[in-house]
């Protein structure tokens, strides 16, 4: 069959998002609100603690009063979704013997569910959870402002915003208490998607998104914030967020950062990661390690702790708008083409390339073929078709190749590498 190229460009607009923006996603990444984020952190921090062994009772103090708060904000806007909001409280015994946790405790994961039309679904993670450097004391305030106060107040956010907007995905919003005890939250909601057979497209990470000062070196970035990737289908998650970020948050550049997480340190993202899933990390460009895990004091003139006044919230409002574009984009989306293969046994300078198409026929106008010379960060080129084979004029030797669905209004899946 002869193959249809409609156009090929050398774009200088946005690849993955599409030319045009959609409006509906430029309305919702505009009402992020600095005052909302600033009222959710200060409510987070005023219960002490979060630490995963401080109390589950009362009524004020601890990770409970916490849990239960996140649980009631969410119902609180269940009524702006016409039925498709949800929300409910996972509850998991974990600690004792193996675990760094110092003994047995019941967990609360709290998980707000927004339904879609479609089967796929897309998750958001934010741990709730805090501690202080002595990872075994669970009654010193430890505020957890920016650790992660930002990444919760990102993910309510984010709810408020998209609870009145109907989309194709499933977008699962997970608040996750046992993150400073070994990702145990986390571990939880990972065995749960694969027991219930999710069928998840993307996880993205929300942890520490509103610090902007690098601690010792003085070095000050607010327009710049990191997405850690493993190498894979993980990895082009985090070049779709970045296109998306590029489409439609202002000031705002991701940094793709090559590696799953940083030295020494782990993410919730990690245990979806290795349970199979695609899966990224969100988080701020510099850390400031006085106001991380540290009791709340002041020494030589220097304050410790992981208070709000360490927060920019306008930097959490830009890493909000950078989730919301993701999700927003990947859940009007077709799912992406799988089974991308290039045809390496001819000589030749053309490529051939063969997907299967993707699934939700109804959905999918064309797809594009991407390309990025080998040693490029970001795909370069893009070539549209309707088929599913291609026979295009560029060396395999040259070249990465993948493929990603487009939707009749132009939002795009993630990419499938060729191989
Ligand atoms: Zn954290």
């Given at each position: 069959m002869k193959n249809i190229i409609f156009f090929i460009w050398f774009f200088i607009s946005p690849l993955i998002a599409g030319a045009q923006p959609d409006r509906e996603i430029m309305r919702c990444v505009s009402e992020v609100s600095q005052d909302s984020i600033s009222s959710y952190i200060a409510t987070l921090t005023g219960f002490h603690t979060r630490h995963n062994l401080s109390s589950l009772t009362d009524p004020d103090k601890g990770i409970g009063a916490a849990s239960r708060w996140l649980y009631q904000k969410v119902a609180g806007w269940i009524p702006l979704s016409g039925g498709r909001l949800s929300v409910e409280n996972i509850q998991y015994t974990t600690g004792g013997s193996g675990t760094r946790l110092d003994r047995k405790a019941e967990l609360t994961n709290v998980m707000a569910v927004l339904k879609g039309t479609g089967s796929q679904e897309i998750l958001l993670l934010a741990h709730y959870d805090s501690r202080v450097d002595?990872?075994?004391?669970?009654?010193?305030?430890?505020?957890g402002a920016n650790d992660n106060g930002s990444g919760v107040a990102c993910l309510l956010e984010s709810i408020r915003i998209m609870a009145g907007i109907p989309l194709q995905a499933t977008v699962r919003f997970l608040f996750l208490s046992g993150e400073e005890h070994g990702l145990l939250g986390a571990a939880c909601m990972a065995d749960m998607a694969r027991s219930q057979g999710w069928n998840v497209t993307a996880v993205i990470n929300f942890d520490m998104i509103g610090n902007t000062l690098?601690?010792?070196?003085g070095h000050r970035d607010n327009t710049t914030t990191r997405v850690f990737s493993a190498e894979g289908p993980s990895r082009e998650l985090a070049r779709y967020i970045a296109e998306t970020a590029t489409t439609y948050v202002d000031n705002m550049n991701v940094a793709l950062i090559?590696?799953?997480?940083r030295y020494g340190r782990g993410g919730d993202h990690t245990p979806f990661l290795n349970a199979g899933y695609t899966a990224v990390r969100i988080c701020e460009f510099h850390e400031n390690y006085d106001r991380t895990h540290q009791l709340v004091r002041e020494e030589n003139n220097t304050l410790f702790g992981d208070l709000p006044s360490g927060v920019d919230n306008e930097y959490v409002r830009k890493n909000t708008g950078i989730g919301i574009a993701a999700v927003m984009s990947l859940a009007k989306a077709p799912a992406a083409p799988v089974n991308v293969q290039m045809n390496t046994r001819v000589l030749s300078n053309y490529t051939e390339l063969e997907w299967e198409p993707s699934s939700g026929p109804g959905l999918v106008k064309g797809y594009y073929v991407v390309i990025r010379e080998t040693d490029q960060s970001r795909w370069q080129k893009k070539i549209y078709t309707e088929e599913t084979r291609i026979r295009i004029p560029y060396s395999k030797d040259n070249y990465f190749f993948g493929i990603c669905a487009v939707g009749h209004e132009g939002h795009q899946s993630l990419v499938s590498v060729a191989d």
């Amino acid at each position: 069959m002869k193959n249809i190229i409609f156009f090929i460009w050398f774009f200088i607009s946005p690849l993955i998002a599409g030319a045009q923006p959609d409006r509906e996603i430029m309305r919702c990444v505009s009402e992020v609100s600095q005052d909302s984020i600033s009222s959710y952190i200060a409510t987070l921090t005023g219960f002490h603690t979060r630490h995963n062994l401080s109390s589950l009772t009362d009524p004020d103090k601890g990770i409970g009063a916490a849990s239960r708060w996140l649980y009631q904000k969410v119902a609180g806007w269940i009524p702006l979704s016409g039925g498709r909001l949800s929300v409910e409280n996972i509850q998991y015994t974990t600690g004792g013997s193996g675990t760094r946790l110092d003994r047995k405790a019941e967990l609360t994961n709290v998980m707000a569910v927004l339904k879609g039309t479609g089967s796929q679904e897309i998750l958001l993670l934010a741990h709730y959870d805090s501690r202080v450097d002595d990872n075994s004391d669970s009654t010193s305030f430890a505020p957890g402002a920016n650790d992660n106060g930002s990444g919760v107040a990102c993910l309510l956010e984010s709810i408020r915003i998209m609870a009145g907007i109907p989309l194709q995905a499933t977008v699962r919003f997970l608040f996750l208490s046992g993150e400073e005890h070994g990702l145990l939250g986390a571990a939880c909601m990972a065995d749960m998607a694969r027991s219930q057979g999710w069928n998840v497209t993307a996880v993205i990470n929300f942890d520490m998104i509103g610090n902007t000062l690098a601690g010792e070196t003085g070095h000050r970035d607010n327009t710049t914030t990191r997405v850690f990737s493993a190498e894979g289908p993980s990895r082009e998650l985090a070049r779709y967020i970045a296109e998306t970020a590029t489409t439609y948050v202002d000031n705002m550049n991701v940094a793709l950062i090559y590696r799953n997480d940083r030295y020494g340190r782990g993410g919730d993202h990690t245990p979806f990661l290795n349970a199979g899933y695609t899966a990224v990390r969100i988080c701020e460009f510099h850390e400031n390690y006085d106001r991380t895990h540290q009791l709340v004091r002041e020494e030589n003139n220097t304050l410790f702790g992981d208070l709000p006044s360490g927060v920019d919230n306008e930097y959490v409002r830009k890493n909000t708008g950078i989730g919301i574009a993701a999700v927003m984009s990947l859940a009007k989306a077709p799912a992406a083409p799988v089974n991308v293969q290039m045809n390496t046994r001819v000589l030749s300078n053309y490529t051939e390339l063969e997907w299967e198409p993707s699934s939700g026929p109804g959905l999918v106008k064309g797809y594009y073929v991407v390309i990025r010379e080998t040693d490029q960060s970001r795909w370069q080129k893009k070539i549209y078709t309707e088929e599913t084979r291609i026979r295009i004029p560029y060396s395999k030797d040259n070249y990465f190749f993948g493929i990603c669905a487009v939707g009749h209004e132009g939002h795009q899946s993630l990419v499938s590498v060729a191989d």
